[in-house]
């Protein structure tokens, strides 16, 4: 399970992404086009094109991870984005949680 530690700033993505890209790839974007680095100690969010999957990529202090998870419809409800602002409550954030599937060293 994903347990983010206190303090760790977490930003979605409001468009989709190419989910072809690993770690690497999502921090590039993520630095380039949102101004945040994974590396640096926040966590980003990418979705997939129909909103079904999502992938995070955060610096777990020894190297990049990517999480990866499929959310069922019913599960996760999409907050609205508001002047480029997505913001979720617990419960979404919680429906994010996840394992680790791929380690990027």
């Not at 690993?22 to 100690?41: F, I, Q, S, V, Y």
């Not at 992938?55 to 419809?73: A, H, M, P, Q, T």
Request: proline share 6%; glycine share 8%; charged share 25%.
């Amino acid at each position: 399970m994903l347990t983010a530690p206190v303090g760790l700033m977490i930003y979605v993505a409001t468009r989709p992404v190419d989910f072809r890209k690993g770690a690497d790839g999502l921090a590039l974007l993520a630095k380039e086009t949102l101004g945040h680095d994974p590396m640096k100690g926040v966590a980003v969010v990418f979705r997939a094109k129909r909103a079904d999957r999502v992938k995070i990529v955060v610096w777990d202090g020894s190297g990049l991870v990517l999480y990866w998870k499929r959310l069922e419809s019913s599960a996760f409800k999409r907050p609205p984005v508001v002047d480029g602002v997505m913001r979720m409550n617990s419960a979404q954030l919680s429906a994010l949680r996840t394992h680790p599937s791929k380690a990027a060293l």
